[in-house]
Structure formats: C-alpha cells, structure tokens
C-alpha cells in the first residue's frame, strides 16, 4: 500500500489518545516496551487503591480477576481458558515445557540464530540434558527464515521452538507452514509470540503447537513480569515448576487449606506462577488483554501495517533496503545500514527525540496505534541527516 491509497474504513487511525505517550517523543520501541495505555494506568491506580484496603478483600478476590484474565487470554489466542497458565516470563513458561516433554537421545532441537536468548538458553540446556543436538539455523542470503527451518526440519527433529517473527528485525516465520512439518515428523513446536501476539492474529487449531509463551509488556501492551503460557491440553497432566498452594485442588476453599491434597486444579492452571494472584499487576493485564480484545489483532494488523509499509518505502527512497513486505510482519521492521553508519543512525535518531532500539545489526523500528504521520516524518529525517 502507499501513503496516498484509500484507507480501509475499518483500520484503526485514530486511537493516540489512549496511550500515555510525549509528544516530544517519536516512540517506535514497542518490541522493547509498550507505552502504557491510559486504562492500564488507571486500572494500577485502583489495584492500588484496592490493596490499600487490604480489609475489604474477600476469599474470592484471590481468583476473580485472575479467572477473568486468563478468559481475556484465552480469547485473544482463540483457545479455551483451560489452556492458559500464568507465567511471570517468557523463560518461566518455556522451563516449564522443557520440564514436561522428553526427546530421544541424539534427536534434534531447531533454534533460530540470533534467538531470543531466554529462548535460546533453555533449548541449549534441554539438548544437552536430553542427550540431543542444537541446531541453530541461521539463513542464506535472500532466503526466508521459513524456508531455512523447513531444510532443517526432517524425522531427527524431535523441537521446533521458534518465533512468528525474529525478534531482532520483525523478519517473518510462516508457523503455518513450520507447524506442517513439525507435526509431519512428530516434533513439539514450541512458539515464542512475544513479539506478534497481540498484532498477529493466530490460528491454534491450525497450528496445534504443544505450548506458547507471550510476555505480557510489550505487544500485549501490559505491565512487565505477567504472561501468558498456552499449553495443549496432552501436556495438562505434567509437573509444575513448583509446588504452591493455590494450584491445588480446593485451594479456594481457606479454611481446609491444611488438608493437603495431591490433585492440582483442572487443565494447565497447575503452571501458574506461585502469588499468581499478583493483586497490582494482574488488573492491569486485564484491562490491556480487554483493549486488545476490543480492537481485535485482525484490525491492529492492518492499521501497523499501513504504517510500516510508509516507513519502509521512506527508507528505501532513502536508497536502504529493507525485508520485501511478505517476509516480514505487519509492526516491525528491521533496517542494516552499509558500512559504519548505524552508531551515526542511532546517535542521529536520540539526538532527535526518536526512541527505538539497535538489536544485532537491524535498527528496529516498531510502531504502535499511538504513531502519527509526524513521527514517521521525524524518524525518517533523522535517518537521512546522517547518511
Ligand atoms: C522474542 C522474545 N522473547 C522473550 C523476551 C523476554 O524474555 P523474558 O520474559 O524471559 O525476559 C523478549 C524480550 O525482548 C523477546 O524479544
């Protein structure tokens, strides 16, 4: 699409003011941080307020919003609540499948190059624990990383753990076509939706990935430290990371709480992070899944979309190249610069009010729904003053 084409009634173009964000500042650094929506803050501002109460709390505040959550969760990802743990990280959620699935020896993990190293660390170790080989997939130049993971996806594998899109440039993974093969060989496919979910709609039926993890401060625009964790109801019977009470059968019943019992509550609810109750944090994740909810991924696609498309043809008119638009995703883009130019990029865009962020070799562009034309006019100037 270019910036002059008729805009598609249903993108959504005019939602700035329920961010908390500076107009000093051109912020394109959600894949680091998400700003604050305005209801987040306000739905902190009366966590707090509720917890200086603390007189006023019932037994049943200790599930209800954590029940509403995971539901929120649960439909964003299209999935029932059943399947929806409540993790603190993303390396939590991903221990806590690597704790549960088991892989013959000399078998293989596939990994990206360059992967998120909380993603990167727990393979590394399952392999070696496992007895199995890490094969780091790295691609040729001009190839996608789908088709770098399909060549490397045959009846050794025993993982596939990858992401929707590299987290260092928004390059595109297609999981419909990975999942394909994993399952063509029986392997798990573990997904890392950090970086795409709450803008990347996905189909888990399709998919059927054994787990998922999403860390709740960037796309899904929550406070940092909560997440969700999908996981498929065969691994719903596995070991928790730890033992604590809430997860446990009738643990909403206070008064029997010293009546141990052996059973843990139905489906993946046994993998929520002890205090999952997380009386500040959890509202606010609530009132950004339901904001995202309301929206819908399949609106927010487009509307960045739109967005990265315009920043990505300013910047070739400014003779870079950037990732073709079908192989990366709707919000990020990644951009090299040729020879020494990137740190004088960077210093440029600070010196410039621009706020984004240097991964690997890509500056990382990331736009939310707050971007304005302005901003994209003040990042591309500030990318042209120092080439
Ligand atoms: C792809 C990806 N996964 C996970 C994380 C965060 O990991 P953790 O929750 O383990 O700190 C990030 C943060 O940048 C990320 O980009």
Known sequence: MTETAAVPAD?????????????????????QISPLLRSVRAAAEAALDRRAAAHTLTSRDWFADVDQLRAAYATLLGTRAECIALTPASSYGLATVAANITVPHGSRVVV??????SNYYTWERFARQHDAELVVVS?????????????QIDERASVVAVPNVHWT????????RVADAAHGVHARLVIDASQSLGVMSLDLD?????????????WLLGPYSLGPLYIDSSLHGGEPLEQNWISRAGSDDFS????????YRPGAERYDVGERTNYQLTPMALAAIRQLNAWRPERIA??????????AAGLERLGLSVEPADARGPHIIGVSFPGDALPRVAESLQRAGVSLSVRSTSLRIAPHLHTTDADVQRLLEAVAAAL
């Open 139 to 151: 691609r040729e130049p001009g190839q996608t990383w789908t088709d770098a993971v399909l060549a």
């Open 169 to 176: 440039n928004g390059s595109l993974v297609d999981l419909v």
């Open 302 to 311: 487009p509307s960045l979309r739109r967005r990265t498309d315009a920043i």
């Open 11 to 31: 993108l959504l173009l005019d939602e700035r003011d329920k961010f908390e964000v500076d107009d000093r500042v051109a912020y394109f650094n959600t894949a």
């Open 256 to 263: 029997g709480l010293a009546a141990y019992r052996t059973e």
């Open 112 to 117: 990206l190059k360059d992967e998120f190293p």
């Open 206 to 218: 399709r998919l059927r990935p054994d787990a998922l993890v999403a860390v709740g401060y960037k």
